[in-house]
C-alpha cells in the first residue's frame, strides 16, 4: 500500500496547491469505506506521507468514530438493546454533529476548533480529545457513512476505500476480540457478520457515485 499512500499523498498536494492558488485557506477531505478497509490506517499512513512532503500542507487527521452516541445515551432510548447491538449502524451516530465540524472546519478556518475521539478502552467518545489549530491547512475525515447518499451525511463528499469482503471479515472479527467486545473468536465473526457487514453494505451500497477516488484496501 506504501505507493498507494505516496500516489495519495501527492494528490492532496495537488489539491491543497490549486486551492490555495484561488483563495481557500483550507481543505477538507472526506474517507469512506466499510467497517475492515482500513479508513482510519489510509488516513493516518497518508497524512504521515504528506507531512515528508517538501512544502506540504500541514495536515491532521480525523475519525467519524469520535461521533458515535455514548452508551448511556443508548440506553436511554426504548430500544437500547438493539441499538447496542448494531452499534456502529448509522443511527447510532450523531450525523447532525459530523456535519457540523466539516462546515466549522471549512467555514472558520482562523479558529481553534476541538472534535470528540473514541476511547478504545472505555468503548466510548472522548469529547474535545482533538484539537484542529489555525495553522492546519488540510483534514483528512474518515468514516463509514462520509459518502452516504442519505441526510445528513449527503452534504459530504470525496474518497470511497473498497475492501474484499473476506478480508474484512477477518479484519473486523480480530479487531473484536483484541478490544475484548467478543471473547471467541466465533463469537466474533458471528457480531461482524450480524452488525458490521451489514454496515459495510449500506455504506457501498449509498456511497457509489459520490466519490472522487476509489482505492482497493489490500493485506501487505
Known sequence: MESTYRSLANRVQRIWEENRANGHSRVIIAIAGPPGSRKSTIAQEVARTVATLPDGPLITSISADGFHLSLDTLRTFL?????????????????????????????????????????????????DGLMIGPEIQVCLVEGNYLLSNEAPWDAIAGLLVTVDHDIAIRRVANRHLKAGIENTMEKAVERTLNNDMRNGDFVMRTSQGRFDIEVESVEV
Open 79 to 127: 430500544n437500547s438493546k438493539e441499538l447496542i447491538a448494531r452499534r456502529g449502524a448509522p443511527w447510532t451516530f450523531d450525523g447532525d454533529a459530523v456535519v457540523k465540524l466539516i462546515r466549522r472546519l471549512q467555514n472558520s478556518p482562523d479558529q481553534i476548533i476541538t472534535a470528540p475521539t473514541f476511547d478504545h478502552e472505555k468503548k466510548d467518545p472522548a469529547p
